[in-house]
């Protein structure tokens, strides 16, 4: 188990299947805009949909600020796109089914649980934010944007 990524680290690279079973490749995303990754336990179950829809609600914020935002969990293609469709979520949903990426960015919980982790990576690939936990859920999308703003602003 790696340990958390944080604030300073560069962001790891990974290619990992989307929703629609394409390629998503980190590289292609750094140095085009900022990244919002959050890492979720489990899609439908009652926090992460709450998060999703925090996600949805604000997407519109996060672009204005120049951000993409990509939810990472270890569920499969399939469960990825059926939690996407059924809750209209506007951003890419990635499907780490090994927790490859997961074990990357260190976004464990507690006894190597899958975490709630979120982390702002700049235009540039560097991490500017790192939050992790588990029993706030809408924290990890308000916060994000927080940092956005801030980063913007400079």
Same mark, same amino acid.
């Given at each position: 188990m790696s340990k958390m990524l944080e604030v300073g680290d560069k962001a790891p690279l990974f290619v990992l299947p989307d929703q629609d079973g394409r390629n998503f490749d980190m590289a292609a995303h750094v140095g085009q805009q900022a990244i919002v990754l959050y890492f979720f336990p489990k899609s439908f179950t009652s926090g992460c949909t709450m998060e999703a829809h925090e996600f949805r609600d604000?997407? !519109? #914020?996060? #672009?204005? !600020?120049?951000? !993409?935002v990509v939810g990472v969990s270890g569920d499969n293609v399939a469960t990825q796109k059926r939690f996407k469709v059924e809750h209209e979520l506007p951003f890419t949903l990635l499907a780490d089914v090994d927790n490859k990426v997961r074990d990357m960015y260190g976004a464990w919980g507690i006894a190597h649980t899958p975490g709630r982790v979120t982390f702002v990576i700049d235009k540039e690939g560097m991490i500017r934010f790192v939050l992790s936990s588990n029993v706030q859920p809408k924290k990890h999308v308000h916060e994000g944007l927080r940092i956005l703003k801030e980063i913007s602003a400079k």
């Amino acid at each position: 188990m790696s340990k958390m990524l944080e604030v300073g680290d560069k962001a790891p690279l990974f290619v990992l299947p989307d929703q629609d079973g394409r390629n998503f490749d980190m590289a292609a995303h750094v140095g085009q805009q900022a990244i919002v990754l959050y890492f979720f336990p489990k899609s439908f179950t009652s926090g992460c949909t709450m998060e999703a829809h925090e996600f949805r609600d604000m997407h !519109e #914020q996060f #672009q204005k !600020e120049g951000a !993409e935002v990509v939810g990472v969990s270890g569920d499969n293609v399939a469960t990825q796109k059926r939690f996407k469709v059924e809750h209209e979520l506007p951003f890419t949903l990635l499907a780490d089914v090994d927790n490859k990426v997961r074990d990357m960015y260190g976004a464990w919980g507690i006894a190597h649980t899958p975490g709630r982790v979120t982390f702002v990576i700049d235009k540039e690939g560097m991490i500017r934010f790192v939050l992790s936990s588990n029993v706030q859920p809408k924290k990890h999308v308000h916060e994000g944007l927080r940092i956005l703003k801030e980063i913007s602003a400079k």
